[in-house]
């Protein structure tokens, strides 16, 4: 989701399925340089040192766990997390007493991103395919600098002007993943009523309908707008978004006035599912969303000049 400028709070209570934090730790957080890089090398270490004591080659550890001997490598250099349900796995097989997930939960806290925020980022970067539905603003992944500007002054209690221009600049940035060479499939719904409002002014306004405009006719970008006086709507309990990563897990993601929280559990992100698919049912089709933005562009053009 990332579109909104919620302020810092407690995460929100979920299963133990679930990661928890708040909205802004993802716009904080650089796509390019992880904070916790030092400590995710000592973990690494601790598990190539474990691994071969017990025998293992790192693809006959990924085998056990259908994980692939790539994703052992990339743990043991410190590239990719080691995460709290596959530490616990492999603590069991190699008999380590539990050492992983110690090392886990006592890591630094000076050099500490949240273990779901890495894991969100990672699958994040990784997906296949990204589904948005958003009722409060234009998605994240869509807005121009001087909207998402626009949506961190509009938090309460305000930023300063430094933290917004960060914000800003990683948002930007997190919005490389739509056009790389190999981008997911994307799909947004948005509802109406985040297209009525002017926020930054109309000239934002205005740019900002421009680019959604110019997104519409991305291959690969799939956006649908909810119009208003509908007499059903199965987006009610707000925004979420759904990840669908290379080995086909599906994940879940919402934010909440006061946190925000990842969801694994199937369950969970089967009813999220079933909502986005009973929204993209109650959704303008593409052709007619595109014709709603050439319209709302052309009144607002009409009424500046």
């Known amino acids: ?99 992983l997930s110690v090392a886990l939960s006592r890591m630094p806290e000076v050099d500490l991103v949240p273990l779901w925020a890495e894991e969100y980022l990672d699958r994040e970067r990784e997906a296949i395919a990204i589904s948005v539905y958003d009722s409060l603003a234009v998605p994240g992944q869509l807005q121009t600098t001087n909207y998402a500007q626009a949506v961190f002054r509009s938090r309460v209690p305000v930023y300063d002007e430094g933290e917004i221009e960060q914000l800003v600049a990683t948002r930007m940035q997190r919005q490389e993943i739509l056009y790389g060479k190999t981008p997911p499939t994307t799909s947004f719904v948005i509802w109406e009523a985040a297209l009525r409002d002017q926020l930054g002014g109309r000239d934002v306004y205005l740019e900002q309908l421009r680019k959604l405009r110019e997104c519409a006719d991305v291959p690969g970008i799939t956006l649908q707008v909810l119009p208003l006086g509908r007499t059903s709507h199965a987006g009610l309990d707000g925004p979420f978004v759904l990840l669908e990563t290379p080995d086909y897990q599906r994940l879940a993601y919402m934010e909440t006035q006061r946190g925000s929280q990842l969801i694994a559990d199937p369950d969970g992100v089967g009813i999220l599912t079933q909502k986005y698919a009973m929204l993209r049912t109650q959704a303008l089709n593409t052709e007619d969303t595109r014709d709603l933005l050439d319209r709302l562009g052309e009144k607002h053009e009409r009424h500046r000049t």
């Open 1 to 99: 989701m990332e579109q909104s400028a919620h302020p810092y709070g407690p995460p929100v209570r979920t299963r133990d399925s679930e990661r928890t934090g708040t909205a802004e730790e993802f716009d904080l957080m650089s796509t390019t340089t992880r904070r916790n890089a030092s400590a995710m090398k000592m973990v690494g270490a601790l598990l190539a040192l474990y691994r071969q004591a017990a025998g293992h080659t790192q693809r006959s550890l990924g085998e056990q766990f259908v994980i692939g001997e790539q994703q052992i490598a990339s743990i043991e250099q410190g590239r990719r997390p080691l995460k709290p349900d596959l530490a616990e796995q492999l603590d069991e097989l190699l008999c380590t007493k539990g050492a």
